[in-house]
């Protein structure tokens, strides 16, 4: 029986173990390559990204992947510019699908490490704190799931709020795992669209017009509603 497979702390301690030993060995045999790829998946240079992850061949795939896994995982630096080059390079249905899988991969490992490094003294907090107890009791809900799995729909809303949330509150690791793959397809498929449709703009303005007030409709709906419920 593969219990600790339930357990959220063993399995934080084996994903922060196994990013610690992923990133000494790029440390001692990848040094250049790392820095060079990370920092131009962060530099906003996307034209640079894109022929610098072309010129890896099949490995690309493999390559981005773990780029975006970590870069999401870290929740620090914006995944945009590595979601634009997936499109670019990749084709949308493929770029789409990469940087989804990533991205998710990515929350879920940073909700573990948050949750085994704060969740104790969140939990202190909480205890402390009627308004704080009830969103707590909340977020075991399966309401909160979907909650959660809407506002990771939104595109270019700040990841590591997000992930910072779910991981201090009482929510499953499962409920949570669902709710950013459901979450995560729409916000990333719009963030690879509209990247792709920039930089290629004279092909694809109609769209990317409609995207963008898309995008539009959908923040202002959000905000609405928001001001509802705090109302």
Known sequence: KKDWLKNPDVCAKVTAALL??????????????????????????????????????QWAILISFVL??????????????????????????????????????????SFYL???????????????????????????????????????????????????????SSMSARDYIIANLIGKFPSTALEVVIGHDVVNFQEHSQRLTILILVVGAVFFAYKKWFYKKGK
């Open 20 to 57: 610690l030993v992923a990133f000494f060995r790029y440390s001692l045999f990848a040094d250049d390559f790392f820095n060079k790829t990370f920092t131009l998946a962060i530099s906003g240079n996307v034209n640079g990204l894109v022929e610098y992850l072309r010129s890896f061949g």
């Open 114 to 168: 948050m949750r085994f490094f704060f969740r104790d003294t969140a939990q202190k907090l909480i205890e402390k704190s009627n308004s704080l107890k009830s969103i707590d009791e909340q977020a075991a809900d399966t309401a909160w799931t979907w909650s959660e799995a809407f506002a990771r729909a939104l595109p270019y809303f700040p990841s590591g709020i997000l992930t910072a949330v779910g991981a201090v």
């Open 68 to 109: 975006d896994v970590l870069i999401n995982a870290g929740s620090v630096f914006p995944s945009i510019f590595l979601s634009t080059a997936n499109g670019l390079i990749f084709g949308l249905p493929l770029g789409i699908t990469i940087s989804w899988l990533a991205e998710t991969t990515g929350v879920v490992i």
